[in-house]
């Protein structure tokens, strides 16, 4: 409501200008899923007060799922009283952990509008809390690392995934992370390319070398018996030496690694995985 004094929804922006009448119309360019990347620029709201005392301290705080504060900041009415007052707000992600958090405005210790926004890790995957980031990672990285993220307390989770985020980094000089950015293009290509009946492509044996190993250098596909069910697809890889079989026993496209080529994979994947 506009009636004085009082505080509108925030607005998460990429940009915007405030304006001085309420006849004007807003200059804005929203940001319509309020996400901001990890490691990006600040996530921008645009807030509103109407008829606001002068010298009135609004306060700005982000909250995540539990209702602990991870960030605040403060604004105050100039010298007058403002019939209108637009603010732009700028939160930063890197002060925050990946997930969902909400944006409050109080007044005099009152919360007086409140708005959701999220912390992402990468714009190919939106997800809102810790557990599903570390799902996703589960072939980045090693289930050490992973950990570390998961039992991080909330006060510590910040901090943890900023070590994570600058270990893993192979260019510290631009806001994004290039390894990352590579490990989710190769989870969408598996998605994209070897789903199974039930079972999204990136969690496929197909899937995981794919992401783990990229691309492989050859492709052969065979069929091994005279009825033609048992299918067996090899890839080879170059650099590694590595020859893998995936074998479909069933003739319904569902390919799995032998054992030999599994132990062969883990060997391999053991040598060149990055140390975090």
């Known amino acids: ?6 505080v509108a929804t925030p607005i998460a922006i990429y940009e915007g200008r405030p304006r001085t009448a309420l006849t004007a119309p807003p200059a804005l360019v929203a940001n319509p899923r309020s996400t901001a990347e990890y490691g990006a620029d600040s996530l921008r709201f645009y807030v509103e007060s109407y ?15 539990a209702g602990n504060v991870s960030w605040r900041d403060t604004a105050r009415v100039g010298a007058a009283a403002a019939p209108l007052l637009g ?3 700028s939160v930063p992600p890197a002060r925050l952990s990946i997930g969902r958090y ?11 509008a409140t708005a959701p926004f999220l912390v992402a890790f990468s714009d190919r995957w939106v997800v809102s ?3 599903e980031v570390v799902s996703l990672l ?4 090693s289930p050490d690392t992973l950990r570390a993220l998961v039992q991080a307390s909330p006060e510590e989770r910040g901090a943890a995934w900023d070590r994570f985020w600058h270990a893993t980094d192979p260019n510290p000089l631009t806001p994004e992370n290039e390894a990352l950015d590579r490990y989710f293009a190769r989870v969408q290509a598996a998605n994209e390319q070897f789903r199974e009946e039930g079972v999204p492509g990136w969690l496929t044996d197909r899937g995981e070398v794919l992401i783990t190993l990229g691309e492989p250098d050859d492709v052969v596909d065979r069929r091994s018996d005279l009825q033609g069910r048992t299918r067996v ?4 890889y170059n650099e590694y030496r590595l020859t893998l079989s995936f074998i479909d026993d069933t003739g319904f496209g569902r390919y799995r690694l032998d054992p030999r080529s599994r132990s062969e994979y883990l060997r391999v994947l053991n040598r060149v995985r990055r140390p975090t």
């Open 51 to 65: 008829d606001l005392p002068a010298g009135t301290a609004m306060v700005f705080s982000a909250l995540d799922g």
């Open 138 to 141: 589960r072939y980045f990285t």
């Open 102 to 112: 909400d944006l409050q405005v109080t007044l005099g210790g009152n919360v007086i």
């Open 87 to 89: 603010t732009v707000v």
């Open 129 to 131: 809390n810790v557990q």
């Open 1 to 6: 409501r506009l009636e004085a004094p009082a």
């Open 233 to 236: 697809v090899y890839w080879v």
